[in-house]
């Protein structure tokens, strides 16, 4: 519990001060992709309030399906915090209105998240405590202070989860019932123990059905645990949490990547702490190469032997009538004359690009361009310089592997595996001569 609690004891802390000295901020700047069927979730504190759409953005192309916001602070009159910043009170959302769009934004569009949960609870904070007082002064009805505030910031945020931190009362009575109260305005409960698992186990007990996720904190305070002896607990998988990278510490997205195939036996996923760590890293480390690593563990990618761009969606910067995107992934290779299966480019773009929509994310680990003589057209007509480019959002592209100078009428590359929704053909020299039309016969990837 050590280093979280440290840097929850100064969020705790902060919701003492902050109240008095509205200062205390964590941020800074963020990345990038797209998502799987396991949960692969993010915690996130001051940057999901300060970052603005921009951060959002980055969220909904992190390939992480699940954004949880750290962390939702009730006070004893009912009043509710994130970390510092007042957002609901007397039943009403009173936060800021773009925030509260921001947010709403984070499950429309082009975007890997498919669930919201607030986190309520932090080391050394009085949450629960507050939560406590009130639903004994109170209860838990739908006129109560506490239910109109929650149920302010599930209409303001889009929250589809409440999350349970608790890390100091550990009272079963107040967990179960402010539960209940949760479920009662449609929202599920998700637990996030490090300790004290008769207390978890009992709340999970209690409530049934209504708990649907266990985040099991698997590092600082809850480095030992085992999420195997967890599952057993809790009598369900559990979604083991990594801290990324920082101050020189943590998991990097290839040991996340890891330990996650090691508890795979008990795990739904795997959740990442901290966003507000997680931004200040770059590639290999950036907030998508730990989405994929946790999507990697759990995707189960049909090794080689299907070409998973047959028949996908194509499009190019142009194409020739009849010589479409299309007959590029149309799994033919018929000749020039002959049926003639070709996308063909010949306008002035001095470079040509065919671009692959696969409909979801795959791993991919070789690819294959059937050039020109392949369809008894003249090899001079065969590309020469070309790039394998990879998207998350079809709009961004990085490079996979590059091709200069080739002359072959096939050409057939195997590169480290690589997860993409997205995928490009970027053709810079389309012929062996000055010619610049580019004829690709097919186009595949395994
Ligand atoms: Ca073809």
Not at 34 to 43: G, R
Not at 266 to 274: E, K, M, N, V
Not at 282 to 289: E, I, L, R
Request: proline share 3%.
């Amino acid at each position: 519990m050590l280093k979280r609690n440290i840097v929850r004891k100064h969020i705790g802390l902060c919701l003492v001060l902050c109240l008095l000295f509205p200062l205390f901020t964590i941020l800074s700047s963020p990345i990038k992709v797209e998502a799987a069927t396991a949960v692969s979730a993010i915690f996130g504190g001051g940057p999901f309030v300060t970052g603005g759409q921009t951060v959002m953005n980055q969220l909904k192309v992190s390939g992480f399906n699940t954004v949880i916001i750290w962390s939702v602070h009730p006070q004893p009159n009912g009043d509710l915090y994130i970390n510092d910043v007042l957002v609901c009170q007397n039943g009403n959302y009173v936060g800021d209105s773009a925030w509260a769009t921001a947010w709403q934004s984070l499950k429309t569009g082009t975007t890997s998240v498919t669930r919201v949960e607030i986190s309520v609870g932090a080391w050394g904070c009085s949450d629960f405590e507050n939560i406590q007082a009130l639903i004994n002064a109170n209860g838990t009805g739908s006129n109560t202070v506490l239910y109109r505030n929650f149920l302010a910031l599930k209409n303001a945020t889009g929250a589809d989860a409440v999350n349970f931190d608790d890390e100091s009362l550990y009272n079963v009575n107040t967990t179960v019932q402010f539960g209940q109260m949760c479920a009662a305005m449609g929202m599920k409960v998700t637990l996030c123990p490090y300790t004290n698992s008769n207390f978890w186990s009992s709340v999970k007990s209690q409530l049934g059905s209504t708990v649907d996720r266990v985040y099991l904190q698997c590092y600082d305070g809850g480095a030992s645990n085992n999420p195997s002896s967890w599952k057993s607990l809790m009598g369900m998988n559990v979604i083991p949490g990594l801290w990324c990278l920082h101050s020189g510490q943590g998991d990097s997205a290839s040991s996340v990547q890891s330990k996650l195939t090691n508890w795979k036996s008990s795990s739904d996923g795997g959740f990442i702490w901290l966003y507000d760590d997680l931004m200040k890293l770059s590639s290999p480390n950036s907030t998508a190469d730990y989405a994929n690593a946790i999507n990697s563990v759990f995707t189960s990618t049909p090794p080689t032997s299907n070409n998973i761009a047959l028949n996908k969606t194509a499009t190019a910067n142009q194409y020739v009538t009849n010589e479409t995107p299309a007959k590029a992934v149309d799994g033919s290779i018929a000749g020039y004359g002959n049926g003639n299966s070709k996308w063909c480019s010949d306008n002035t773009d001095s470079a040509k690009w065919l671009k692959i929509d696969l409909g979801q994310t795959y791993s991919i680990s070789r690819w294959v361009v059937k050039h020109a003589g392949i369809g008894g057209e003249s090899t001079s007509y065969n590309t020469r310089n070309f790039k394998l480019q990879k998207s998350t959002d079809g709009i961004n592209w990085t490079d996979v592997d590059t091709v200069t100078n080739n002359t072959s009428n096939i050409t057939d590359r195997t590169v480290t595996a690589f997860s993409a929704r997205y995928v490009r053909l970027y053709i810079t020299a389309a012929t062996q001569s000055t010619s610049n039309t580019a004829r690709i016969y097919e186009f595949e990837l395994y």
